[in-house]
């Protein structure tokens, strides 16, 4: 059986490793084609690749294995992050990309805030990498669990070895192929990812015996599991619908944006990804809820085990995939878990190297760097932030959802209050842009890591209204009128305007 996998994941990896050769001779002459890809990318890979970088190990694994140990009130998570990831298309992604190229055809976030307000002191731009550089290791190392924890439940490897296998061929096609190749796997890793969660829960509830029996098998083991409801708290609703709130600053999604070939084009890349992200939330969920009702009917064993453990639990699709299907077949379903770590790990990696070569080695080390000094030390970056996550990742001590959620709530509070206003608050200052970064992070930080009678709500929640408020109440105070980010302003709105008809 494993023989069969073993070959449909290999080809799989050596597809993502093909199209990292690829890449490195078709379009990394230099650190921007490297990093973003010269903004050449059309509405359909800028959708799907938005997507698979955004939906990590957690949408197969994670999303599951909630659904499985808590029922239907995990789908409050989906509802929310459908509807963030709808607005982020719509408030932010086509007036990121204009004011991107209008602020010095800015290729980094730090670069793009520095730009936007002026700042010539560099403050900004410190700032924001010190917060990717923290919280994108994080981040990383979670999807390097994702991976880990695939090769030792599918195949029985020690969990250490399916972290290092993952994480290899992730950095060597990332290494090679830059911004273009992470792009075009992200495509095809997209496309394996909805597939499967389209097809593991169809054939499940057909063995089952149909919906309405899938259904009634489910009720029989608590009324909780198909209850919107019931086994939760407000408390609990709003937390998981405050994940929605994260997708304004998340680096490695909104550098898609920045890199579409015309601003106009995020109208068709909305509708894509809107729809695929649907699809696969739905099957996602699905995978969970049909899971307990196929083992209730054919593997009560194996169901103690999972009732036992949220971390096991997670690994719902895995022991769908290998029950349902030929080794052959199955071996491709479980390369969608592959597909949803490494399209996440290698967007994480790229946007961490731009930081700290764009952001911190160009602007600091040696502003007189060739574009070929640049390209190494943007390939040199990878390995670097790639190691650092892989220890991490070797002793993880949460679950995957946690891990994701930290590193997701890190970014939201201190980036999403900034992108939002950056883009749409004329007045804002840099003072109170560095102010409510500033105050959003650490806020994050300060609630993951110590104890406090709040813990149940959502980080992101505090983090985000904090730095939104701290924002807007220091620029009142600081703004001067900029004739220069008043005009660019204007022309971002107007640009905007013409896109978007």
């Known amino acids: ?102 602020a010095q055809n800015a290729i980094t976030l730090p670069v793009f805030f520095e730009n936007r307000y002026k700042d010539k002191q560099h403050l900004l731009k410190i700032t924001s990498s010190i917060f990717i550089l923290i919280f994108f290791t994080l981040y990383t190392s979670a999807g390097m669990v994702s991976g880990g924890k695939l090769f030792e439940s599918a195949f029985g490897l020690d969990y250490s070895i399916g972290v290092l296998a993952t994480s290899l061929v992730v950095v060597l096609y990332t290494f090679l192929g830059g911004f273009l190749a992470v792009s075009l796997t992200d495509f095809i890793q997209g496309t394996i990812m909805v597939l499967a969660l389209i097809i593991v829960p169809s054939v499940a509830i057909f063995q089952i015996g149909g919906v309405e029996e899938t259904i009634s098998i489910i009720q029989s083991k608590g009324n909780n599991y198909l209850s919107l409801f019931t086994g939760t708290t407000m408390v609990g609703i709003l937390s998981l619908l405050a994940w929605g709130l994260g997708y304004f600053g998340q680096p490695h999604i909104l550098v898609r944006f920045m890199a579409i070939d015309k601003p106009r084009d995020l109208i ?189 709500w959502y980080e992101l929640i505090p983090g985000f209204i904090l730095s939104f408020i701290t924002h807007v109440v220091v620029s009142k105070f600081t703004y001067k009128p900029n004739p220069i980010i008043d005009n660019e302003f204007k022309e971002v709105e107007r640009l905007n305007k013409e896109a978007m008809k």
């Open 268 to 456: 068709k890349a909305k509708k894509i990804g809107i729809s695929w992200m649907i699809l696969t939330v739905f099957g996602a969920l699905s995978i969970g809820l049909v899971g307990i009702a196929y083992l209730i009917k054919f593997d009560t064993t194996t169901m103690q085990i999972f009732d036992n453990s949220n971390r096991e639990a997670e690994t719902i699709f895995i022991y769908l995939a290998r029950s349902l299907f030929h080794p052959l077949v199955g071996g491709f379903l479980l390369s969608a878990i592959l597909a949803a770590v490494m399209s996440t790990i290698s967007s994480q990696l790229l946007v961490t190297s731009s930081s700290l070569t764009e952001d911190m080695y160009k602007a600091f080390i040696k502003p007189t760097a060739s574009p070929k000094e640049l390209l190494t030390a943007s390939r040199l970056s990878v390995l670097v932030v790639a190691i650092v996550a892989l220890s991490l990742s070797l002793q993880p001590r949460e679950s995957i959802l946690n891990l994701v959620g930290n590193a997701w709530a890190g970014f939201g509070a201190a980036f999403g209050p900034l992108i939002l206003l950056s883009l749409m608050y004329k007045k804002s200052s840099r003072e109170g842009a560095f102010a409510g970064m500033l105050v959003g992070g650490l806020t994050v930080l300060i609630w993951i890591y110590f104890d406090h009678p709040f813990k149940e």
């Open 1 to 102: 059986m494993q023989i069969y996998e073993t070959i449909s994941i290999g080809l799989y990896m050596a597809l993502m490793i093909g199209i990292g050769i690829y890449s490195f001779r078709k379009s990394t002459a230099t650190s921007e084609e490297f990093l973003i890809g010269g903004r050449k990318l059309g509405p359909a890979v800028t959708a799907l690749s938005a997507g698979a970088s955004d939906m990590s190990g957690w949408l197969l694994m994670g999303l599951p294995g909630a659904m499985y140990f808590t029922g239907l009130s995990s789908a409050w998570i989906a509802i929310g992050l459908t509807t963030g990831a709808y607005f982020n298309y719509v408030l932010v992604a086509p007036r990121l990309r204009i004011y991107t190229e209008i």
